[in-house]
Nanobody
Framework: QVQLVESGGGLVQAGGSLRLSCVASGRTFSNNAMGWFRQAPGKEREFVASIAWSGGNTAYADSVQDRFTISRDNAKSTVYLQINSLKPDDTAVYYC????????????????????WGQGTQVTVSA
């Protein structure tokens, strides 16, 4: 059974940092792109960042560019999201996702391009 389990969320003051982790089990995703999405209260889930299978290419939403960094450790089946300079607008449930695209060099941004999803981890940023 494929599982993606996120961790690292929490309550943090504006300007603070968090590192989210997502551990995959049940199969390897070392040849697949991984991504992070988020859903704020009352809003639709949106793309945050994604990383190609090799880690060589990354993509970010404009709203998080220069503040968020996605990385992966295929040996640990783990993808990370380093979040710096947090803002109250970053408050959301953050979801990890795994794509079925095999060795795509372009990390996908669309939710429809991801087949597996975690349960999410809550990030709350206080002003």
């Amino acid at each position: 059974q494929v599982q993606l389990v996120e961790s690292g969320g929490g309550l943090v003051q504006a300007g603070g940092s968090l590192r989210l982790s997502c551990v995959a089990s049940g199969r390897t995703f070392s040849n697949n792109a991984m991504g992070w999405f988020r859903q704020a209260p009352g809003k639709e889930r949106e793309f945050v960042a994604s990383i190609a299978w090799s880690g060589g290419n990354t993509a970010y939403a404009d709203s998080v560019q220069d503040r968020f960094t996605i990385s992966r450790d295929n040996a640990k089946s783990t993808v990370y999201l380093q979040i710096n300079s947090l803002k109250p607008d970053d408050t959301a449930v953050y979801y990890c996702a795994a794509s079925q695209l095999y060795r795509s060099t372009l990390p996908p941004r669309g939710q429809y391009q991801y087949a597996y999803w975690g349960q999410g981890t809550q990030v709350t940023v206080s002003a």
